[in-house]
């Protein structure tokens, strides 16, 4: 099984990126995918979830209206939108579904 994220870099506050996760090793169709981050010293949180069909979004509040979580399930890769970010955005993102994790990406924002 692999998840490898991708996407991350150094960005400006306001700025946008997308993050990729591109997945092996498992039915990708038959899993819910999830985004979590971890900032420095911190512990990793959930920020968005998308259900097996795509139908389905959820995200914690601090990132409603600015990141959309997508899923092409031809491609077995989740994506996760980043707009208007902030400096408190800046973290490790992980990919995640069922026992499975990507090794995450850096996304740092600075001006």
């Known amino acids: 099984v692999q998840l490898v994220e991708s996407g991350g870099g150094l960005v400006q506050p306001g700025g946008s990126l997308r993050l990729s996760c591109v997945t092996s090793?498992?039915?990708?169709?038959?899993?819910?995918m999830y985004w979590y981050r971890q900032a420095p010293g911190k512990e990793r949180k959930f920020i968005a979830h998308?259900?097996?069909?795509?139908?389905?979004?959820d995200y914690v509040d601090s990132v409603k209206g600015r990141f959309t979580i997508s899923r092409d399930n031809a491609k077995n890769t989740v994506s996760l939108q980043m707009n208007n970010l902030k400096v408190e955005d800046t973290a490790v993102y992980y990919c995640h579904a069922a026992n499975f994790w990507g090794k995450g990406t850096l996304v740092t924002v600075s001006a």
């Open positions: 090793g498992f039915t990708f169709s038959a899993y819910d």
């Open positions: 998308i259900n097996t069909s795509g139908t389905i979004t």
